[in-house]
């Protein structure tokens, strides 16, 4: 079944092990909101803290710091994003209702981002797909990783993708670039996350927002394009960031339902509000600088716009996105 639509409603949940395993947990959330207004489990001892060691091509070996699993879910979660397309926001979510539900939120890029390795050191790394374990939520992805299919976890997980309007993700990711995009705690010197990112906006200080889009048009493309066997997957639901970011709670809520995580409305509602953060005048020097979507608009020139659609155009389509 080839996805074309965004907006393609989840499965209904068959009777499962991870199914009934849901219903206890949703009576449960629904006893203890009358007095959780805001649909937070109540206070806990912190989880202990185990090391996920990741040994990548060339023998390096890397350490995140994740909480342990509770052991009380034999499946795992997986949130795919692009960069520059809402994928911090997503992100964020998925670590506060992956703590709501005890399930740790393991923010795989964000940790080797951390560890000063630079994405192009992982992507294609199968060691990566063979750490995955049940009773996690895996996210922190901004492209699509194919050897993950050899991780029978990977391959059984629900997973959510959240995409945007490349020409607009491109815009954003100008002005990350120049601006605002953070660098890694530490520094492994030459070759590393740092040292790159620092390369580039170097580079992206002497060039236009349409030169910008245009030379990274074709990668971006590519990162698209490596979702799109993604969506026979019938584990997996899209959303699209132009009908999630101005209305999240419908968003949030569709996310877990798929998940076959509870949804309880006083939950919902606080994340909502936490995150709904939509700048009412347009600032390059903050992190979320614009939400608004068609943004590309207002800074490309017109014959930019028309090269990028032709660039996107057949890629996008499968996303439910019309250039022309």
């Known amino acids: 079944m080839?996805?074309?639509?965004a907006a393609r409603p989840a499965r209904a949940a068959a009777k499962t092990p991870r199914a009934k395993a849901a219903a206890?947990?949703?009576?449960?959330?629904?006893?203890?909101?009358?007095?959780?207004?805001?649909?937070?489990?109540?206070?806990?001892?912190?989880?202990?803290?185990?090391?996920?060691?990741?040994?990548?091509?060339?023998?390096?070996?890397?350490?995140?710091?994740?909480p342990a699993a509770s052991g009380e879910k034999d499946y795992a979660i997986f949130v795919?994003?692009?960069?520059?397309?809402?994928?911090?926001?997503?992100?964020?979510?998925?670590?506060?209702?992956?703590?709501?539900?005890?399930?740790p939120f393991v923010d795989i890029g964000g940790g080797l981002f951390k560890k000063d390795v630079r994405a192009g050191q992982w992507?294609?790394?199968?060691?990566?797909?063979?750490?995955?374990?049940?009773?996690?939520?895996?996210?922190?992805?901004?492209?699509?990783?194919?050897?993950f299919e050899q991780s029978p976890v990977y391959k059984s997980a629900k997973k959510v993708l959240l995409v945007r309007d490349p020409r607009d993700a491109l815009v954003s990711q100008y002005f990350s670039t120049l601006k605002t995009h953070s660098l890694p705690p530490e520094s492994s010197g030459p070759g590393g996350a740092s040292d790159q990112l620092l390369r580039q906006r170097e580079a992206?200080?002497?060039?236009?927002?349409?030169?910008?889009?245009?030379?990274?048009?074709?990668s971006f493309r590519r990162t698209l394009q490596e979702y799109v066997p993604l969506l026979d997957d019938p584990e997996l639901q899209v959303f699209r960031y132009e009908d999630i970011i101005l209305d999240k709670g419908p968003?949030?809520?569709?996310?877990?339902?798929?998940?076959?995580?509870?949804?309880?409305?006083n939950?919902?509602?606080?994340?909502?509000?936490?995150?709904?953060?939509v700048p009412t005048v347009e600032n390059p020097n903050q992190f979320v600088r614009k939400v608004t979507p068609g943004d590309h608009r207002d800074k490309l020139k017109k014959p930019t716009i028309e090269a990028l659609n032709l660039i996107f155009g057949d890629v996008a389509a499968h996303f439910g996105y019309k250039f022309r």
């Open 2 to 5: 080839n996805v074309k639509a």
């Open 24 to 66: 206890p947990a949703a009576e449960k959330v629904q006893k203890t909101e009358a007095n959780n207004p805001e649909g937070e489990k109540p206070a806990k001892a912190a989880a202990p803290m185990e090391a996920l060691k990741l040994v990548l091509k060339g023998g390096r070996e890397v350490e995140i710091d994740v």
């Open 80 to 103: 795919l994003g692009v960069r520059k397309s809402g994928s911090t926001l997503l992100n964020k979510i998925w670590t506060k209702s992956a703590r709501r539900m005890s399930m």
């Open 123 to 147: 992507a294609d790394d199968p060691g990566i797909a063979s750490a995955f374990k049940p009773g996690y939520v895996y996210g922190g992805f901004r492209s699509a990783y194919l050897h």
């Open 204 to 218: 992206a200080q002497g060039m236009s927002v349409d030169d910008y889009v245009l030379m990274n048009a074709r």
């Open 251 to 265: 968003w949030i809520h569709k996310m877990l339902k798929h998940t076959g995580l509870p949804a309880p409305k």
């Open 267 to 277: 939950f919902i509602e606080h994340l909502t509000n936490e995150f709904n953060v």
